[in-house]
């Protein structure tokens, strides 16, 4: 199943009117399969000073433009923790204030504090793809893990 999303990166060598090189880095999103390494091929690459991590297939091998690197951010997910239990009653209101008396006068105060929404994104790994092959339709790009950013 080609569930997971992908980012090749093309990279383009640039020269401007000074003669100074600049590499300009672009990027497209694909959905791939992400597969291990066999024992055999990882034993192959081994033979040539090649460490292969991952292996990614995509549905057509046109996709492939000759990219040297990609992007894949993994999904993973935590169990959210339970909250502690609050013996308190709950205000009506994020953010409300509730006051309380308890057995000896003395006025508790506590404050709700809402949650922060916003989910921390997945960190995104930077491969090099050390060899491409072609099977049927399907192109299958083996990597290892390159330079993170």
Same mark, same amino acid.
């Given at each position: 199943?080609?569930?997971?999303?992908?980012?090749?990166?093309? *990279?383009?060598? #640039?020269?401007?009117?000074?003669?100074?090189?600049?590499?300009? @880095?672009? &990027?497209?999103?694909?959905? %791939? +399969?992400?597969?291990?390494?066999?024992?055999?091929?990882?034993?192959?690459?081994?033979?040539?000073?090649?460490?292969?991590?991952?292996?990614?297939?995509?549905?057509?091998?046109?996709?492939?433009?000759?990219?040297?690197?990609?992007?894949?951010?993994?999904?993973?997910? *935590?169990?959210? #923790?339970?909250?502690?239990?609050?013996?308190?009653?709950?205000? @009506?209101? &994020?953010?409300?204030?509730? %006051? +309380?008396?308890?057995?000896?006068?003395?006025?508790?105060?506590?404050?709700?504090?809402?949650?922060?929404?916003?989910?921390?994104?997945?960190?995104?790994?930077?491969?090099?793809?050390?060899?491409?092959?072609?099977?049927?339709?399907?192109?299958?790009?083996?990597?290892?893990?390159?330079?993170?950013?």
């Amino acid at each position: 199943m080609y569930n997971s999303v992908i980012k090749l990166i093309k *990279e383009t060598v #640039t020269v401007d009117k000074y003669g100074d090189q600049t590499i300009v @880095e672009t &990027e497209r999103t694909i959905f %791939a +399969e992400v597969k291990s390494i066999g024992q055999s091929e990882f034993y192959q690459a081994a033979a040539v000073g090649l460490k292969p991590e991952i292996k990614f297939v995509i549905a057509d091998f046109l996709d492939y433009q000759n990219e040297k690197k990609l992007k894949y951010a993994p999904f993973t997910y *935590e169990e959210p #923790t339970p909250p502690p239990p609050t013996p308190t009653p709950e205000p @009506e209101n &994020e953010g409300d204030v509730l %006051a +309380e008396e308890n057995e000896n006068n003395d006025v508790q105060i506590t404050q709700t504090v809402a949650d922060d929404p916003t989910p921390t994104p997945p960190v995104e790994i930077t491969y090099n793809i050390i060899r491409t092959y072609r099977t049927g339709l399907s192109l299958e790009i083996v990597c290892n893990r390159g330079v993170d950013e």
